[in-house]
C-alpha cells in the first residue's frame, strides 16, 4: 500500500499555519479543506500539525513516524520477523504506551530470574533508560520518562521474556502477538 503524502506545493502553503482548527482563520480553514484532499491526511494535521522535518503530518503530537524509521537502520534484533514488527508497532503507535523498541541486554541490571514454562523462561531486571514519551528536536534525541528512586537514579522494572528458539520466531508466531498487542497496551 503506497503512502499518500502532501506535496511539497501544499506543505509550502500552509505549514506557517497554526494547525489547531481552533486557531485557524475562515480562509486557512478553507485552503487546507481545499489543498488536503485525502480526509485522513487533513484529520491528522488538524489533531497534529506537521513534522518539520519529514513535511508531512505527524501521526502523534509528540513525535512523527520519520523518528522511527530513520532510526531502522542502526538496530536489529537478528530476526527479520521481529524487527518488522517492532518496526511496523513503531509507526502505528498513536501514543508513548503504545511504542515497541529492541532494547539491547546490557541496557538492563539486577536481572533475576522468575519462573520457566511454556515457550519460554521469565526474568525481572531494572531498565537503565526508561520508556519514550515524545522526541526533542532541540536534541534531536527521545525524551524518555523519568522515574526516580530515593537515591535519585532511574528504576524501570520490567519484565524479560526469553524465548525458547526464539531464532526461529515465524510471521505467523508475530501476528498472534500482534493480535493481543493492542489489548496488552490498553490493561496498561
Known amino acids: 500500500m503506497e503512502e499518500i503524502k502532501l506535496s511539497n506545493d501544499v506543505f509550502e502553503q500552509i505549514k506557517d499555519f497554526n494547525h489547531r482548527s481552533w486557531k485557524l482563520t475562515e480562509e486557512q480553514s478553507l485552503l487546507i479543506d481545499k489543498l488536503i484532499l485525502n480526509q ?6 488538524k489533531k497534529n500539525g506537521l513534522c518539520e522535518e519529514c513535511k508531512q503530518p505527524k ?3 509528540c ?4 523518528k522511527f524509521q530513520q532510526n531502522f537502520k542502526n538496530w536489529t534484533s537478528g530476526n527479520h520477523e521481529v ?6 508497532a513503531q509507526i502505528e503507535a498513536k501514543n508513548s504506551r503504545q511504542i515497541l523498541e529492541w532494547i539491547e541486554y546490557d541496557r538492563f541490571e539486577n536481572v533475576e530470574y522468575l519462573a520457566k514454562g511454556g515457550f519460554g523462561t521469565t526474568y525481572k531486571a531494572i531498565w537503565k533508560d526508561g520508556f519514550i514519551e515524545s522526541w526533542d528536536s532541540e536534541s534531536n534525541q527521545w525524551k ?3 522515574c526516580i528512586d530515593e537515591y535519585k537514579y532511574k528504576k524501570y522494572q520490567v519484565a524479560l521474556k ?3 528458539d526464539s531464532q526461529d520466531i515465524t510471521a505467523e508466531f508475530l501476528n498472534e502477538v500482534r493480535y493481543f498487542f493492542p489489548i496488552i497496551f490498553n490493561l496498561l
Do not use: A
Open 40 to 45: 485522513e491526511l487533513k484529520e491528522l494535521y
Open 59 to 61: 501521526s502523534n503530537d
Open 63 to 66: 513525535w512523527c513516524k520519520c
Open 144 to 146: 524518555r520518562s523519568k
Open 162 to 164: 526469553c524465548l525458547h
Open 83 to 88: 524487527d518488522k514488527f517492532i518496526q511496523k
